[in-house]
């Protein structure tokens, strides 16, 4: 239990053999209670903003409005609750863009055990992040491939320094900017130094060209 309260959970999955299972398993644990069950995804969206539980378990192949579209949206609706997607699918592209763009806070597969979806329901309850076995090798390989990507030159400027890259590249001047802004000329200079400094641009035009090269600056 959490404080000594009950972990109130959501189910939404449209076999009612599933629903029916997971009723049957919460049960047997007094920490965990079922607050709601829905059968697709637009009921289990109101109910959910209604309830406000602690955890979903969101599976992931509905019919009409699936999993991943509904963990987009319920992030949005209910921030506060954490999100498990229960799939059968151990793709790759399920499961990133599960754990990643839709925001869910962990992936389990509907084949393991009662055992080990309490634990993914435990953890994310806790804060934490919960990923099946079956696929954190998928994950594991992701960041390795990310580490090995060679980072473009412009992902070390601030929001700021972008900012002005795109000013001057259109052609204001270091007063317009600051203006534009609402900044003093003396702080756009620094970061236009800063910036390039980063991208190792000696000149406006340089600034200019590398504008266009990288679609900062769009030409008509």
């Known amino acids: 239990m959490r404080n000594g309260k009950s972990i109130r959970?959501?189910?939404?999955?449209?076999?009612?053999?599933?629903?029916?299972?997971?009723?049957?398993?919460?049960?047997?644990h007094n920490e965990i209670q079922i607050?709601?069950?829905?059968?697709?995804?637009?009921?289990?969206?109101?109910?959910?903003?209604?309830?406000?539980p602690?955890?979903?378990?969101?599976?992931?192949?509905m019919r009409g409005l699936d999993g991943i579209q509904a963990a987009y949206r319920l992030?949005?609706?209910?921030?506060?609750?954490?999100?498990?997607?229960?799939?059968?699918?151990?793709?790759?592209?399920?499961?990133?863009?599960?754990l990643g763009k839709a925001g869910a806070s962990g992936y389990a597969m509907k084949s393991e055990g009662g055992a080990e979806l309490l634990s993914a329901i435990r953890a994310v309850a806790a804060g934490k992040r919960y990923i099946s076995a079956a696929v954190a090798p998928i994950v594991i390989d992701k960041l390795k491939r990310n580490a090995?990507?060679?980072?473009?030159?412009?992902?070390?400027?601030?929001?700021r320094e972008r900012?002005?890259?795109?000013?001057?590249?259109?052609?204001?001047?270091?007063?317009e900017i600051a203006q534009r802004l609402a900044?003093?000329?003396?702080t756009v200079q620094v970061h236009r130094g800063n910036l390039a400094a980063k991208l190792r641009l000696p000149s406006t035009a340089a600034i200019?060209?590398?504008?266009?090269?990288h679609k900062v600056l769009k030409l008509d």
Do not use: N
């Open 9 to 28: 959970v959501v189910v939404i999955d449209d076999h009612q053999l599933m629903r029916d299972g997971l009723r049957v398993l919460f049960e047997k």
């Open 35 to 52: 607050a709601g069950e829905a059968s697709d995804a637009l009921e289990g969206l109101e109910l959910a903003a209604r309830i406000r």
């Open 163 to 175: 900012e002005i890259l795109r000013l001057i590249a259109e052609g204001a001047t270091i007063k």
């Open 148 to 159: 090995r990507r060679a980072p473009r030159d412009d992902e070390a400027l601030t929001r």
């Open 54 to 61: 602690d955890v979903i378990l969101l599976d992931i192949g």
């Open 75 to 98: 992030r949005k609706e209910t921030p506060t609750s954490r999100i498990i997607i229960l799939s059968q699918y151990d793709d790759e592209e399920y499961v990133l863009e599960a």
């Open 183 to 186: 900044i003093s000329p003396k």
């Open 208 to 213: 200019v060209r590398y504008a266009i090269k």
